[in-house]
């Protein structure tokens, strides 16, 4: 049996999702997969079936997560398939999309474009009804498709806001870094209030005061148990941001964190790969001052 063949077996059970789903999106996220589908994750829903994910994403297990599982590419081949997705060309070097039925081709695809997801963040997967510049003239029903800055607008313009106070230094230095309001976003069972955003990212502003005593910093003086209460708080903070960010009806695909103590970046960094959000710690500079003396 071919490889071919055998990803059009493994991949059968997808082929309701095709009939059933006709406005469906999907969050795309991958894995750092080089010649090997291995790591592939469709994470979101197609006409009711819930894909499965992987990597440290949770999610359950679903008729035909695994279509593309026993398909092992190159990674020229890898990228024929998805730059096939991405600007219409149908298939190179012997890999060609009319070679794979669509719910196999689905699930490949998104499995071996592993290294571009993972390059260049979350996509959305959007069925292609033949509009100018999508693969009409290919058998594939699907397409990958960046959020836009319009898609960004149109979602926050109907989130719950609320203004963020500047009574003291921390909100003096949200405002600054982050802009005056606050956005409830609401996704995967949870909701959490980010500090703002930039494109398709997050923000969340984190001011150190007196780095000699703050929780963020390792080796200050706070005292444990507070230091651990506030541990406490921001796990279930990084909790929320993974839950919505990992939700298929959120536009954002990271986090960012704004700090202006570098040595809070360790403490961050921690939870960020605790919880496996995509995003990063920035040391910013700002025109608030801090109080206290500088660790050495």
């Not at 009939?19 to 829903?45: C, P």
């Not at 026993?70 to 096939?84: E, F, G």
């Not at 651990?228 to 921001?234: A, E, F, M, S, T």
Request: neutral net charge; contains cysteine; charged residues 15%.
């Amino acid at each position: 049996m071919s490889q071919v063949e055998r990803v059009k077996k493994s991949a059968s059970p997808l082929l309701c999702a095709r009939s059933r789903s006709r406005d469906s999106f999907l969050k795309a996220t991958a894995t750092d997969a080089v010649g090997s589908v291995a790591a592939f994750v469709v994470a979101g829903q197609v006409g009711g079936l819930v894909a499965g994910r992987v990597g440290g994403y949770v999610g359950a297990a679903a008729t035909g997560a695994a279509a593309a599982g026993a398909y092992d590419l190159t990674q020229q081949a890898a990228q024929n398939v998805t730059y096939a997705l991405t600007d219409g060309e149908a298939g190179r070097n012997g890999v060609s999309l009319d070679e794979l039925g669509n719910s196999a081709l689905f699930g490949a695809a998104l499995g071996v474009g592993g290294k571009y997801l993972a390059d260049y963040g979350n996509y959305n997967v959007r069925l292609n009804v033949g509009e100018p510049g999508t693969l009409y003239s290919n058998p594939l029903p699907f397409r990958l498709e960046a959020p836009s800055s319009v898609d960004v607008e149109s979602y926050v313009a109907g989130l719950a806001t609320k203004t963020t106070p500047t009574s003291t230094n921390a909100g003096l230095f949200e405002v600054e870094q982050t802009g005056p309001l606050n956005y409830r976003v609401v996704g995967g069972g949870t909701a959490i209030d980010a500090d703002g955003y930039r494109g398709t990212s997050l923000l969340d502003a984190k001011y150190v005061g007196d780095p000699s005593v703050s929780p963020y910093v390792d080796g200050s003086k706070v005292p444990l148990f507070l230091r651990d209460k506030i541990l406490q708080q921001q796990q279930y903070e990084f909790q929320r941001y993974q839950a919505v960010i990992n939700d298929p009806s959120v536009p954002f695909n990271s986090l960012n964190v704004l700090t202006n103590e570098p040595k809070a970046v360790p403490y961050f960094q921690r939870l960020f790969d605790q919880y496996k959000v995509p995003g990063q710690v920035q040391v910013v500079p700002t025109n608030i001052p801090q109080v206290g003396p500088k660790l050495p």
